[in-house]
């Protein structure tokens, strides 16, 4: 074995093992998981969807490993072509691809097919490091660093909007602000860019599909229409809050089984629901402090990296991991609007696994290059 590939298997072994740690238990959990989701009874047909998951897992550990032994300055560098594929897929998604659930989202081929917007919020982070960290101290305080950053966002949004996508859309909100934030950014510039999107905010709102407003205006009252657009954050309610402290037990629980928790959100947006009602608090405890490790790692990982690029990366990285967590959890307990996000490595889904993996990847690679 030469030199040069023994300096890259010592560089892997030099990952965090604790996100490795984190990464199997909340995949074995979501094979388990989506496995209940999917149950019908004993002797009952079901989806395969979960053999389908362990299918992702292998594809995203590739991903993973692969982005790990890239050298994160070298795939910064290749910030503008990856851009350039994410909004080519984002437009050919609009003009021939694949409609589901209301969104046209997928670029389908046979039974297969990919979400091109997951992959797009990964190209926007890695421009915006890149961008971020090619500016001098002066010019990342300038307004105009702040608004070409706020437009490298907005292409990829607007395009994903036009889906319409309003989750996936909204993740680059924190993530542009945190990487903004973590930049050099002025406040007063962060705060005015806030005021001038809460002042067009009605414009947004009317531009909405009313399904896309029943379902941000439900969670403030889920007693309005209980049989309709309130259905199933009721009946996710109702799951979590029967769990009680330790459960009703694996494949036990009647939100799912019975198939009041809809089995079409049950695998993916609602997969919290399903382990809360079958492993209770301790179970979604358990859940929470996986992401809790990943999150504050992920954090280490920022403060610690070699240079400011790969502060800005890691940044990104936990930003979108985040507000996925952050805002699936909440709209299951009713804190937060249905938005259709999906919780990273857990809920059902090939492209949403591979660009967490890839993500998560993106992290090691920063960590283990922290000192070289």
């Not at 993916?268 to 809790?292: H, K, R």
């Not at 930003?319 to 990273?344: C, E, S």
Request: proline fraction near 4%.
């Amino acid at each position: 074995m030469s030199e040069r590939w023994r300096k890259q298997l010592a560089l892997l072994g030099r990952m965090d093992w604790v996100i490795v740690g984190a990464m199997v238990v909340l995949a074995v959990m979501s094979v388990l998981f989506i496995y209940s989701a999917s149950y019908r009874g004993p002797g009952q047909a079901m989806p395969d969807f979960y053999r389908q998951q362990m299918v992702w897992f292998v594809l995203g550990t590739v991903a993973f490993v692969g982005a790990a032994w890239v050298d994160y300055r070298w795939l910064c560098q290749w910030a503008t072509v990856g851009m350039v594929l994410a909004v080519g897929l984002l437009v050919l998604v609009l003009a021939v691809g694949k409609t589901v659930n209301g969104a046209k989202s997928w670029l389908g081929w046979g039974g297969y097919g990919i979400q091109p917007a997951e992959f797009a919020k990964l190209s926007v982070i890695v421009a915006l490091a890149y961008y971020l960290f090619d500016r001098t101290p002066e010019a990342r305080r300038r307004w105009r660093t702040t608004g070409t950053a706020l437009g490298i966002a907005a292409v990829p949004m607007g395009l994903i909007l036009a889906q319409p996508d309003l989750g996936s859309a909204m993740v680059l909100v924190p993530v542009a602000y945190a990487m903004l934030f973590v930049g050099g950014a002025r406040i007063k510039q962060l705060v005015w860019v806030a005021a001038l999107g809460l002042a067009m905010s009605p414009v947004a709102w009317w531009q909405l599909k009313d399904y896309q407003k029943a379902r941000l205006t439900v969670f403030l009252k889920p007693e309005k229409d209980p049989l309709g657009s309130a259905w199933n954050l009721n009946q996710s309610l109702i799951a979590v809050g029967s769990g009680g402290l330790t459960g009703k037990g694996y494949l036990d629980g009647t939100q799912n089984l019975l198939g009041y928790l809809p089995r079409t959100v049950a695998p993916n947006d609602f997969l919290f629901s399903v382990i809360a009602e079958e492993t209770g608090f301790l179970g979604a405890v358990a859940v929470i402090g996986c992401y809790a490790v990943i999150l504050f790692s992920g954090l280490r990982i920022a403060a610690h990296a070699r240079d400011r690029l790969g502060t800005l990366l890691a940044t990104g990285v936990v930003a979108m991991l985040f507000f996925h967590v952050f805002i699936n959890i909440g709209m299951t307990i009713g804190l937060m609007p249905i938005t259709g996000l999906p919780l990273p490595l857990l809920s059902y889904g090939g492209s949403f696994v591979i660009a967490s993996m890839t993500a998560l990847g993106l992290l090691q690679s920063v960590w283990v290059r922290r000192r070289i």
